[in-house]
T-cell receptor
Framework: GAGVSQSPSNKVTEKGKDVELRCDPI?????LYWYRQSLGQGLEFLIY????????KSGLPSDRFSAERTGGSVSTLTIQRTQQEDSAVYLC???????????FGDGTRLSIL | GENVEQHPSTLSVQEGDSAVIKCTYS??????FPWYKQELGKRPQLIID?????GEKKDQRIAVTLNKTAKHFSLHITETQPEDSAVYFC???????????????FGQGTILTVHP
């Protein structure tokens, strides 16, 4: 079946603009995660959705970052008033349930000019 | 909070040799430990994982061992091949108070180079 799908694959925008990143999880997966990977670095947790529970937002770096998950499926990560330090690859993952293996999408490479 | 340390940061081996990457974690309540392989410009791919009720798990040339007492786990790759060259990440999921949380805390990665 289809894996985790993310769009766009690349996004270049000017500092101060808002961006929206999209994630389509694997069908049937109840848990969805966003991570960020800066150049040559490890993966940093941002936010996690599990079913209808309140999301775990503990990894969001500032109030410019927000995410939602509609209908328990597709998720969007929004970054407002982008800064150059927001440049990174934003990775989405999904799993059948929490504490189950997580499978990643190809990510969105975000570049802030 | 949960912390995962990974060593070495780079590892260079000859084809056919074994490679070992080690990770330590800070919270004894962690209960799930996956390993991911990431090739340049590609997504992280889950290659093997282990849970805290198991000491070792093998899948062909790859094995993972877990020492709960010492709070460390290791990835072992035998008979390495050039296509094993990639960045490898370890990770852990915290289990606090019996409630499993989903988020992964990652190590900083190991760049493995296998020379033909």
């Amino acid at each position: 079946g289809a894996g985790v799908s993310q769009s766009p694959s690349n996004k270049v925008t000017e500092k101060g603009k808002d961006v929206e990143l999209r994630c389509d999880p694997i069908s049937g997966h109840t848990a969805l995660y966003w991570y960020r990977q800066s150049l040559g670095q490890g993966l940093e947790f941002l936010i996690y959705f599990q079913g209808n529970s309140a999301p775990d937002k503990s990894g969001l770096p500032s109030d410019r970052f927000s995410a939602e998950r509609t209908g328990g499926s597709v998720s969007t990560l929004t970054i407002q008033r982008t800064q150059q330090e927001d440049s990174a690859v934003y990775l989405c993952a999904s799993s059948l349930a929490r504490n189950q293996p997580q499978h990643f999408g190809d990510g969105t490479r975000l570049s802030i000019l | 909070g949960e912390n995962v340390e990974q060593h070495p940061s780079t590892l260079s081996v000859q084809e056919g040799d074994s490679a070992v990457i080690k990770c330590t974690y800070s919270d004894s309540a962690s209960n799930y430990f996956p390993w991911y392989k990431q090739e340049l410009g590609k997504r992280p791919q889950l290659i093997i994982d282990i849970r805290s009720n198991v000491g070792e798990k093998k899948d062909q040339r790859i094995a993972v061992t877990l020492n709960k007492t010492a709070k460390h786990f290791s990835l072992h790759i035998t008979e390495t091949q050039p296509e094993d060259s990639a960045v490898y990440f370890c990770a852990a999921i915290l289990n606090a108070g019996g409630t499993s949380y989903g988020k992964l805390t990652f190590g900083q990665g190991t760049i493995l180079t296998v020379h033909p």
